[in-house]
């Protein structure tokens, strides 16, 4: 079936610092790969997407590279800020399918 | 501005108590979703619907009810059965089934409480 893992958190940066956050799936075929964030007290907002191997969704400084090879899909950022603290979910859309599979979520804490 | 509206955004409940969350949509889309989050938890799935009149049980629809009588109205009961029903529950929508290349929008969430 389809599975989404991403590393457990929280994860505690000081401003400017790099970041990565980690995210494989289990899949037949060729899903989509999405990221959403999670501000407190909000719903989710899709923050990138990439809907085929080798490409790389980009928003806000953030950017994920779709790896078939290696099926994983991290989060990075050159330099936090303190308002990118928030929740992070990696999540997972294949063909055929209408349910998104949402990974755990990482809490991300950033320290000014 | 298309969005998803989800009311009231607080909600308190009585034990033995039915309340109903109100989730409405102007995005024209076909799917939508209801999803329960608990403290430091992922999102997990409650009910969801393809198309008006037809929606179908997800990971935990157990002590919840939903109808789907328009396109852009999703509403959702939770029932007296449901024993543990505070939570922050979250509404969303997508085009449809056949474009797995775009994503959900979410409403901002009603969050339910026991009194």
């Known amino acids: 079936g389809n599975s989404v893992t991403q590393m457990e958190g929280p994860v505690t940066l000081s401003e400017e610092a790099f970041l990565t956050i980690n995210c494989t799936y289990t899949?037949?075929?060729?899903?989509?790969l999405f990221w959403y964030v999670q501000y407190p007290g909000e719903g989710l907002q899709l923050l990138l997407k990439?809907?085929?191997?080798?490409d790389k969704g980009s928003n806000k400084g953030f950017e994920a590279t779709y790896r078939k090879e290696t099926t994983s899909f991290h989060l990075e950022k050159g330099s936090v800020q303190v308002s990118d603290s928030a929740v992070y979910f990696c999540?997972?859309?294949?063909?055929?399918?209408?349910?998104?599979?949402f990974g755990a979520g990482t809490r991300l804490f950033v320290k000014a | 501005d298309g969005g998803i509206t989800q009311s009231p955004k607080y909600l308190f409940r009585k034990e033995g108590q039915n309340v109903t969350l109100s989730c409405e949509q102007n995005?024209?889309?076909?799917?939508m979703y209801w999803y329960r989050q608990d403290p430091g938890q992922g999102l997990r799935l409650i009910y969801y619907?393809?198309?008006?009149?037809?929606?179908q049980k997800g990971d935990i629809a157990e002590g919840y009810s939903v109808s789907r009588e328009k396109k852009e109205s999703f509403p959702l009961t939770v029932t007296s059965a449901q024993k543990n029903p505070t939570a922050f529950y979250l509404c969303?929508?997508?085009?449809?089934?056949?474009?797995?290349?775009?994503?959900?929008?979410f409403g901002d969430g009603t969050r339910l409480s026991i009194l």
């Open positions: 969303a929508s997508s085009i449809g089934p056949d474009r797995v290349d775009q994503p959900q929008h």
């Open positions: 899949a037949t075929g060729y899903p989509s």
């Open positions: 990439a809907t085929k191997a080798d």
């Open positions: 999540a997972l859309l294949n063909t055929g399918g209408f349910k998104t599979i």
């Open positions: 995005l024209n889309h076909d799917a």
């Open positions: 619907s393809q198309i008006v009149n037809d929606f």
